[in-house]
Every structure is written in C-alpha cells, then in structure tokens.
C-alpha cells in the first residue's frame, strides 16, 4: 500500500459481512434478515412517497420518525437519534462517545464490527472473555475503562442477559457511556429503554433492519438521554449527512406504526426458532439458547466450516466465524418454515 496512506489506514483490514449474493434461487440464512419483509403499510407508503417531492432534500431532522418512537417510550424528541442503519449511528458512536482514554470493553465473542470500528477510529479497545459457555459474565466488566458496549442479546451466540444485570454493569460505571446494542432485541430479549429516564450514561441502539424486515432501507435509532444524543448529533452534523432519505422517513414511521404486523410476525419468528432449535437438537446439534432471529449450533465432531460448504453447495448460505472460540458453529438466520425445513433436510442428507 502506498506510504502516502495514513498509518490507521494502512492497517484496516477489509470487514467481512455475510454473503450478499445477486443470485435468486438460494435460501439464504446467513445475515439474519427478516423472512417475511417489512409491513405492507411499509411499502404503501414508501409508493406514496416516490413522487415529485423527491427532488427536494429530506427532513435532516428525522422529526417524525423520532417523534413516534420518543411517543411510544415517554420519551422526548431530544433522546432519540436516527441514522442510515444502526450500523451508522454505531459509527457515530464509536466517534462521538466511545473515544477516550482508557479502553472500550465488549465481549470477545460479539459483533465483529466493534473492533472493525475501534481499528478505523484508533480506539484502544480490550476484548473481555465471555465464559465457557459463551454467556457475557457481567461480573468481569468491573475494571476501569473508557466505555462499555455489549449487545444483548448479543451476536452471534443469540444469548440475552437479563435486565438486572444490564443494570448492574450501568450502575457500576455511572461516569462512563455504556451502549446497548439492541438490534435482536425484540425476538424475546429485555429492552434497557426503561432505564434510560435513571441512567445519564445510558444509550440504547436498536435496528429497523430484523424484527421490522427493512434491512434493505437502511434505518436504526439511538436513545438516551439529551447530552448524549447531543454528541451523536455533533458527528452527524459535521458529516452534513442526512440520516434518513425520503422513502426511508416514510416506511419507518409506517411500519412503526404497523403494531399489528410487527407483533404478528416476531411472534412467528420465534415460534420458527424453537421449531428449528428442536429439529436441529433431533439431528444432533448443541444448540445455544437464543432469544434473535438466529440461533447458534454446533454439531460434536463435525466440522463447522465443512458443515457451511456442504450447505453452501446445496444452494442454503448459513454463516460460519473461524475464529477460535466460534469455528465449530453455524449461525443460521430463522427463514419461513419451508426454509428451515429445506435446510433441516439437507443437513440430514449431509451428517
Ligand atoms: N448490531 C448488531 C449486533 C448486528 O448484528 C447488526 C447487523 N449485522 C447491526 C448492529 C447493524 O444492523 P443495521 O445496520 O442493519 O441496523
């Protein structure tokens, strides 16, 4: 690489996310998207906005959107931040909020982007251990540190932690941020969003992308209280970024409003997951248990890359993480019950 590149530059490491393949025909089950798509009051509305009115720059505010979901948690306006997909309200809280002098913690089982983002922001980060069972222990976030940042339920184990305990690691560090990443909330995890009015130091991140099935209109929201979603907004206004365009405006606050579809559908959701957890245990799977829109499994002896290729040449994409403590897993994404069945039937075939 050319010396002219900054020395962060030179390091980053390309992020692998899972596969996004063009090709129609495969059941895809590797980045946990939502099998039944978003509301169709999403997409009427998003039809109703593609109209003249496009050539006009969006709401940089995102007032409506943030006004419905501040409504519906007795929050205000002012604690409610949105972005293009949690992804970049992540980023604008890795800059704005997680950049100081002692190390960011977060388990070292976890959404792979984290150190992804701690390499591209020159953030020191530490990686603490979950346990055996690769459950987070609270118990070891006790030692100093800049910011603490832990999805719950947290990927790609799928495994929650209760509220209790959330609390606890947020009243042990009153004067440091302390991030909950709550993309898989909804699918039988504790959300903290009630603990936001007692805690400063609190922000909740949550995603549009699954139990809402939009991860293609790209929205998230941060919530906390003001002067921390005021440092999210100083990032975001030194970017002049839009947080949402448009048709992305008008589908959220539909689909937020879509209560209904949203109940009705996570509710399948889970209901496919413990059918799925029950069928892969019949095959011989340890099987975590999960409270996403995945669930986390391994097969005793079996390996999980080979396991992944198998599936992979039958036209099934599940994900598989090589890194030491996850190598012998699949994670695989809970599709349409036809679709797990397809893959249930396939990984008969191949053990
Ligand atoms: N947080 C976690 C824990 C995730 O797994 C993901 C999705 N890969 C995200 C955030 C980002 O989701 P999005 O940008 O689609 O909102």
């Known amino acids: 690489m050319s010396q002219f590149w900054s020395p962060i530059v030179q390091s980053l490491r390309p992020y692998m996310a899972g596969e996004q393949p063009a090709i129609s025909g495969l059941i895809k089950l590797n980045t946990n998207e939502n099998p039944y798509g978003p509301s169709p009051k999403a997409l009427a509305a998003i039809a109703a906005a593609t109209d003249d009115t496009l050539r006009l720059y969006p709401d940089p505010s995102a007032l409506r959107l943030r006004q419905a979901i501040a409504a519906r948690h007795g929050l205000d306006v002012g604690d409610v931040f949105a972005g293009n997909g ?99 909330v909804d699918f039988g995890g504790e959300s903290a969003v009630p603990l936001i009015k007692k805690y400063p130091n609190l922000l909740v991140v949550q995603t549009f992308s699954k139990s809402r099935g939009l991860a293609g209109l790209r929205v998230g929201f941060a919530m906390g209280q003001r002067p921390l979603i005021e440092a999210l907004e100083r990032v975001k206004d030194s970017f002049n970024s839009y947080p949402l365009n448009r048709l992305a405006l008008a589908g959220a606050v539909a689909s937020w409003e879509d209560e209904d579809w949203f109940e009705r559908h996570r509710a399948l959701l889970m209901a496919s997951r413990e059918r799925l957890a029950l069928e892969l245990k019949g095959l011989g799977f340890v099987v975590l248990e999960s409270a996403a829109n995945f669930v986390f499994a391994r097969h005793p002896g079996r390996d999980g890359a080979a396991l992944a290729l198998a599936l992979r040449s039958r036209a099934i994409l599940v994900r598989h993480f090589p890194a030491e403590r996850t190598r012998d897993f699949l994670r695989i994404s809970i599709g349409t019950d036809a679709e797990c069945d397809r893959l249930v039937e396939a990984l008969r075939e191949i053990l």
């Open 86 to 184: 949690s992804d970049e309200v992540l980023a604008h809280v890795f800059q704005g909020l997680l950049n100081h002098d002692a190390p960011l913690l977060f388990p070292d089982v976890t959404y792979s982007f984290y150190p992804t983002y701690c390499r591209l922001y020159g953030i020191d980060f530490r990686a603490v251990p979950v346990d055996e069972n690769l459950q987070v222990r609270i118990a070891d976030y006790g030692q100093d540190c800049g910011a603490i940042i832990l999805p719950n339920p947290n990927g790609p184990t799928g495994i929650a932690r209760p509220l209790s305990e959330i609390e606890a690691l947020i009243g042990g560090h009153p004067d440091r941020p302390v991030v909950i990443d709550e993309a898989y």
